[in-house]
């Protein structure tokens, strides 16, 4: 059961620091879009002003902004966790990708112990 209140715990501290964090990846973005000297509607690919440079720069500068947001999120409740706790905080939940990959190994153990046996 503490293992899953430490997970609980990890959310409501993951949502406490995302979301000041997230609003600031917002106006960073927004600044740094507006110092390249573009406006808004460059960045919407139904404009008639939208390039192709235009939608690839906004793609770039959102997907590294969302990137950062998320690694400041978790390091900052992973930060909080340990000063409210004093413990180690839960693991993230594995990726898609993670599982796939530990599945696949499971699958090669399987295939070698049945060769080998």
Not at 55 to 74: H, Y
């Amino acid at each position: 059961m503490a293992n899953a209140a430490s997970k609980v715990t990890m959310k409501v501290l993951t949502i406490a620091v995302g979301i000041p964090v997230g609003k600031a990846t917002k106006k960073s973005i927004d600044k740094a879009w507006a110092a390249k000297g573009s406006d808004t509607s460059t960045r919407d690919p139904k404009s008639a002003t939208a390039r192709w440079a235009d939608a690839i720069g906004w793609a770039a500068l959102s997907a590294a902004g969302v990137t950062l947001a998320q690694l400041l999120t978790r390091r900052g409740a992973e930060a909080g966790y340990r000063a409210i706790t004093g413990l180690e905080p839960p693991p993230p939940d594995p990726t898609k990708a993670e599982k796939k990959a530990l599945k696949a190994q499971k699958k090669a153990a399987k295939a070698a112990a049945t060769t080998a046996g």
